[in-house]
Structures are given as structure tokens and as C-alpha cells.
């Protein structure tokens, strides 16, 4: 091959090679992950909100066709909250605006996410797959007043 | 060589039958970009043309429809995805190979077994024509279950799978006699690509073949009452990835084996055209997890394994980057450019006798971006601030949407016009078309990706959502996202106004009066630097090494869906929300006794 073909190539292999790296900071340095493999709990059958300590909530979410049922989420700022997400039906999503949380409802497992909110304001929840006639509607919203 | 009338008709078959259903899917394409911005709430010409065809036939069932309806935006683009991104490219990839290999390998095709093969494909777009246009199939191109289709559907989807294979087996006996009969010599890279393109598709497809015969074709037709729906997802996108391979590598064949002859250059590197197609063939599957960034059920270390086998597939896209632009400076010297970028305005951009260059080099361009913002969406955890946004589409609208499509149009055209002895008409648009089209899907695409980092999701009919003015005041209403759904849907009006060009030069071609021999005749780039490669002369081992790293990356991702998978799903339809089967009891129940 051609010097100039193999410096390019070579040149593409950092460049794919450092992009990794500042991937990998961002997921171990910084903590923003994507969602892994729950097992440890089955899907669960009523959508619930606990406070499980000073500003720390666990909230039990079931996307349904084609609306988000849990109970109103209005929390503190600086708020961390776990959420465990399932679908009552069909495959859903489900986005909190302004946040890193992008999670996919798929009926029969459950997912996890931390979320958190140091700012007072409202959040959008988008669900963004598309899951029949009344997909655009859903949505709900994740209410952070000042403490 | 000698055509055939057989041979002929074949191919003309395979690329006019999916450009006149690519008027329904582009067509489909500008209605969605004005439904999500809220200009329209349903389609007036569709209504008008349906009502007047129910009422000369007297079929009330075509008078009754509710037009308003919501299911209407989503049944759109149901036909707007399976139409442009499945018909189309596959009918494509099938006939440009029937036209490809027997040209580079100077072998008659059996076209028995081609008109078999094209058969078998057309049945299997009636089928799920028929499932779509009724609107029973109404779960966009990637059906996820337990979303449920008519089965012919899903048996329209298989055969036209089958179809495809029995096209490409079709080649295996002209590539072995052509061995035979030149021991030693380096097959063609055209079609040694259209090889890997179609042994990246038998692979791929054998894992879809898994998910429609064995989950949802029982499933819909009732033998079976649930559906694992992560396995089924995460079959749908083994073979998911490697589909966009399967899109891109015919439009890859042409970047470098015609593009450099047309631009009045060489094809720069032969060893580099090789050494990306066995890269293509040795990673584009063992990836398929980076569109499951978002999904449960698949354990963080396998989602890395699969972001670092995606970074490794980005790497034959960026060789080919240079090669391209390398044959192109190539060209652009040999036509009196001076200086370090001279090249670049030397090419012949707007030649009407070199039309097909601007199918390419516009397809080109637009690649920059749908390349870089690729690797956003591969990229782990930054996945998280675009997955299922519209980011997405407007990101894949500058890859298959763009050069992809492009290059398909263009090769049509191309190929119609030598098949059928009739020379291009209207070369001035043919020629404006893809610049016209490159304008369109930039404004297009801005709107949808900024759109997207502002959280606006795809597949979502927000006139009647968001962007519903009956929500203003309401938290749901998204006054942020209504500049980029209007940005969007401008730039949707000149994509379709750029294909209405090229559709009004297509068929004027095809209905012309045939002025010239038919024929097929490729521009045949030479090349610049040819080197043997032996290590890139025999495809088998490769392809043994990429079904290990199939096995290596996938086996963990596929145990894991299925042990945190506690319960299948029943079947749904997407216009009630309770499973279609409790559906049928309470219909029953309403109805009377006796009648």
C-alpha cells in the first residue's frame, strides 16, 4: 500500500481509538451509563412512588397504551431517583427531557435508571417508540419544586 | 456480450417494479414531514382519490374511512419505510448483481433461475402490499412485536428474503466457472463487493428468517398465543446493522469501481477496495447491539464489546473516504487542476454527459455527515442524548437517504436507459436533481437531529401530539421543537420536489422510443496503484472468522435477553390497547344471539 494509504489508516485508528477512550471516562468517571441486564426483579404490577430516604425515591413506572399511570412525581431539587420501568403492553419508551435517562419499556423484563435533578423545573417523560394509534399522547412529567 | 430478451426484461423488472412503489414511499415521505410540523391532519389528494375510487365502485368501505384518524400517520409510514428502505434497496442490490457480475465476469446469467428469484420477490411485495395497503400492518419497517401484522406480512417479508437469496446463489456458479477458467488472477473488485454485499445479507437475514418463521408468523396467525419479544428484538437487530451494510456496499462497488472512470480518473487503490469489503464482511454483524444502547436485557460489558467491534466497522468507511476523495484528486489533476484543493472545482459536477457523477459526488457529500453522525449514535453512553429521536432519522436520511438512494437512482436510470436502447431524457434535470435533493435533506436533516438533541422523538405524529395547538398552555406542549418540525418539514417539501424531477425524467425515458441498441456497458475505472493482496483473494476464511466473532460477541448477548425475559406478550393491534384476543371475546359478546 501506499505511505500516504497506511498514515490514513493508521490516522483513523486513533481517532476510533481515542473516541473509545473518552466514551469509557465518560461511563466510569463520570457515571452516565446505558442501561445493563436486570434479573434480580420480575416485572412488577402497579406503578408506585417511595421515598427511600432525604431526597432518594425508587418510582415503579408501567408504560401502558398510551399513557404514563404512576402517581404525580413532584420532588425536591436534588432529588436522585431510581427508576425501575416496565410495559403493561407493547414496547414503549421512555425519555425524561433534560436528562441522560432513555430507556425502552419492553414487556416481560424490567430496566433500570438513575436519574438525577439538581434543578427546580418540570421534565418532560416522552415515550418515543411508537406503540399504536395514541402513541404521540403519551406523555408525562416529572414535577422538581424548591426545596 | 449478448443480451438476452429474458435476461433483459429480468433486470428492467427488478429496478422499474420498486421506483413505481418508490412514488408511494416518497410521496409518503412529504406527507409525514407536514403532519409532524401540524400543517396538515390528513391527506386531501389520498381522501379525494380513495372517496372518488369508492364511489364509482360503489365500495363503502373506501367512503368510510376516517381520514382524520391517527392511524393514518403511522400507516404512511409504515409503507414510507418498508417501501424505500426494504423494497427498494433489496430489488436494487438483486438486479444491479444480475447486471454486475455477468458483465464483469463476461458469463451469461441462468435466468431461469433469476425470473425464479424475481418471482419469489414480487409475490412477496404483493403479499405485504396487500397487509400494508389495507391497513393491517400498520408497525413500521422494524415491526416490533407484540405489535401485531397480518401474516402475509410477515410471509411477504420471507419470501421476498428467499427471493434475494435465490438471485445471489444464482452467481455462485459464474464465479466458480470464472475461477476455473482464470487460475491465479484476482476476481473483479466489482464483484468481489457485490459478493461480500450479499454474503453480509445471507447472514444477516438468517437471523430476521429465525424471527419471522419461527416467532411472528405462528404468533400472527394464531398458533401461538405469546411472543418473547427481547429475543425477538434482539434478532431483528442482528440482522438490523448489518442491513445498512447491505444498503451502502452496491452504492460502495460503484464509488470505487465506476465513479473514478466517469470522473475522467483511476480508481486510486485496488488493495484498499478489498481490504474494505473483507473489513465489511468481517464486522458489520457483531455489532447489532448499538441500536439496543437503550434496551434492557443486555448486560453493559456486551453493549462495549459491540461499541468496539462498531468503532472497528467505522474504520473501512473512513479508508474508503480517502481512497474516493484520492481518485477523485486523481481526476481533477488529470483535467488540468493545479494547486493543493484545484482539484475539487475541476470535476465534472454539472457535465450532462457524466450525469451519473452527480449521483455520486452529491451522495458523497452528504455522507460527511451522515458518517460522523453515525459514530454519535455508536457511541455508548452518548447514544443517551439521541436514541429514538428524531436525531435518528435525520441521521440515516444522510446515509441511506441520501447516498444510498442516489447512487440507486442514478444506477437505475442508468441501466433502464442502456436495457431498454433509449437514452436519457431531460438531462438537465437528471443532472440538477441530486443537488437539489443534497439541499433539501441538509435543511431536512438539521431540523430532525437539532430537533432530536432537544428530546423530539421520531415515529411520533406531533401535529396531533406536542405540537398540537389544543395542548398550548398544557406542559405537553412543545413550543421548542415546532421551529425544527417546520425546519424539517421545508426541507422534506424540497426532498420531494427533487424527487418528482427525477421521477418526471425516469418515466419519461422509459415511455421514449427506442433509439439505440440495448446493452449494458459500465464505466470501467482502471486503477492507479494495483498491488496483490493474497490474503484478499479468497473470501471463505473471512467469512469463517466473521461467523466466529458472530458467535464470540452475540452468544453472551442473547443469553442474557432471554434470563432477564420473565413473560412473552400477548398480541396487539395498534388501535385498541387490550390484546387482540380479548378484542375478539368482547366483539363476540356484543354481538346478538342467533344472527
Known sequence: ?147 | MELTRSYRHLILTELIVPIVLLTIGIYGGLMQVLFRAGVLHYDPLLRLLISTLGNLFGVEALKNIDWQSSIMYYWGLTLHGVINAIVLTTFFAVAFGNAVVPYFLRLPLNTRIGWLSAILMLIGVLLAAFAMFTGQASVLYTFYPPLKAHPTFYLGAALLIIGSWVGAANWIPLYRRWRREHPGEKIPLAVMGMFATFIIWFIATLSVAVEVLFLLLPWSLGWTETVDVPLARALFWFFGHPLVYFWLLPAYVMYYTMLPKVAGGKLFSDAAGRLVFVMFILFSIPVGAHHQFADPGIGTQWKWVHTFLTYAVALPSLITAFTVAASLEYAGRQRGARGLFGWMVRLPYFDRERWLFSYWIAGLIIFIFGGISGIVNASYNLNLAVHNTSWIPGHFHLTVGSPVLLAVLGMSLFLVSQLSGKGVRLKSLVVAMPYLWLVGVLIFSFGMMRGGLQGMPRRTYLGAGALNPDMQGTVFFRADWAPYAEIAMVGGIIMFIAALLYFVAFFSTLFARRTQEATVEFPVAEVYHDEPVRALNRLAPWVVAAVVLIIVSYTPVLYDVVRSSFKPAPAYVPEYNVPEKQLQETSRQEQPLGQ
Open chain 1, 1 to 147: 500500500m501506499e505511505r500516504t494509504e497506511r498514515v490514513v489508516i493508521g490516522l483513523g485508528t486513533v481517532v476510533m481509538v481515542l473516541f473509545f477512550i473518552a466514551i469509557f471516562v465518560l461511563a466510569t468517571g463520570f457515571g452516565i451509563d446505558v442501561p445493563g441486564c436486570v434479573t434480580e426483579m420480575k416485572p412488577f404490577e402497579r406503578d408506585t412512588l417511595f421515598q427511600t430516604g432525604d431526597k432518594r425515591y425508587e418510582l415503579h413506572v408501567i408504560a401502558r397504551m398510551w399513557a404514563y399511570q404512576m402517581p404525580p412525581v413532584e420532588i425536591p431539587a436534588g432529588s436522585v431517583v431510581d427508576i425501575y420501568l416496565t410495559s403493561g403492553d407493547v414496547v414503549h419508551g421512555f425519555h425524561i427531557d433534560y436528562t441522560n435517562v432513555n430507556l425502552m419499556a419492553v414487556p416481560g423484563t424490567v430496566t433500570y435508571a438513575r436519574a438525577r435533578f439538581p434543578q427546580p423545573g418540570e421534565y418532560p417523560i416522552i415515550c418515543h417508540e411508537y406503540c399504536g394509534i395514541g402513541h404521540q399522547q403519551m406523555m408525562g412529567v416529572v414535577r422538581v419544586v424548591q426545596p
